[in-house]
């Protein structure tokens, strides 16, 4: 037997969000004070805080097994892990986030090649050095702590590669983005020696599994109303689903109860139509997991 694991899970802005993500595939994750080894009840699994922009390089080294950081930061590390699975969600949205260039809105700059004897500040500073290296523009690369969009406005650099959900943050700091860098979310990873051993494995597995089967329930609702036989396949002509509505006849009458799992940007747009088509007693609920 050669568990525990040891799972890393991200410090810093993403940490609540993959706690509340573990909550809802069935693990409890308690933070306990400025404690780095926060308990998990599943005695096969120890847990670390960590950096995300460190993980890789902690997974690739074997001091973890497996953990939970950027696709941006393993590529700034240039880590050779196993990625076992993407998982898009942030503490914003669940939409991945995007590395951009943005320069002030009054800069003349508009393309990558205007760049060239700039100065650019940066986090992602290894990955934004190769990336104009390969086009062959001569851009100075240094590296931002923290509030990047300043270092423009104040006169510290000509441009910045931040990053993003929604750009709305870049835009209120009196900033243009010019060029979209990368694109990024979430992914498990593993240390390639983890992955070899069975029972490690099977463990990674099972989490990155549970973890997917939250994300996908996160985007859908399940319905369930009662529709006369008359109305019947007007009702589920309307209804979308994983496979097909479940039907069932109601005891000693001609309706039917009509269950389905439907996306939520549907669910505004659809109910109405189900109440004009003839369904009744409509109930929406959530999904904790949809595997």
Not at 64 to 72: N, P, R, Y
Not at 87 to 92: E, I, M, P, R
Not at 264 to 291: D, F, S
């Amino acid at each position: 037997m050669t568990l525990p694991l040891k799972l890393g899970v991200p410090k810093g802005s993403l940490q609540n969000a993959t706690i509340a993500l573990f909550k809802r595939s069935g693990w409890s994750i308690d933070v306990n004070g400025r404690s780095y080894f926060p308990e998990i009840d599943d005695d096969a699994v120890e847990c670390a805080i960590c950096r995300a922009q460190e993980m890789s390089r902690y997974v690739e080294n074997g001091t973890l097994d497996a953990g939970l950081t950027g696709k941006d930061w393993i590529a700034e590390n240039q880590s050779d892990v196993h990625v076992v699975a993407d998982l898009v969600y942030s503490k914003v949205s669940s939409r991945p986030a995007r590395w951009v260039l943005a320069v002030p809105y009054d800069s003349g700059i508009t393309t990558l090649e205007g760049l060239n004897g700039k100065k650019i500040a940066t986090e992602l500073v290894g990955f934004t050095k190769r990336f104009f290296a390969e086009r062959k523009i001569d851009v100075a690369v240094e590296f931002s702590w923290g509030a990047t969009e300043a270092k423009v406005v104040s006169g510290l650099a000509d441009a910045i590669v931040e990053v993003t959900e929604t750009g709305s943050t870049i835009k209120a700091h009196g900033l243009r983005i010019i060029y979209d860098l990368m694109q990024t979310n979430t992914q498990l990873i593993a240390n390639h020696t983890a992955w070899k051993d069975p029972a490690k494995r099977e463990k990674i597995e099972q989490i990155a599994l549970l973890l997917q089967g939250a994300l996908r329930g996160e985007k859908l609702v399940g319905l369930k109303m009662n529709v006369s036989k008359e109305n019947l396949e007007k009702v589920v002509a309307l209804l979308p689903s994983l496979n097909a509505p479940t039907v069932s006849p109601l005891y000693q009458s001609q309706w039917f109860a009509v269950e389905s799992v439907v996306n939520t940007h549907v669910v505004r747009e659809l109910i109405p139509k189900l109440l004009k088509a003839g369904a009744e007693g409509i109930i929406e609920y959530p999904l904790n997991k949809v595997v």
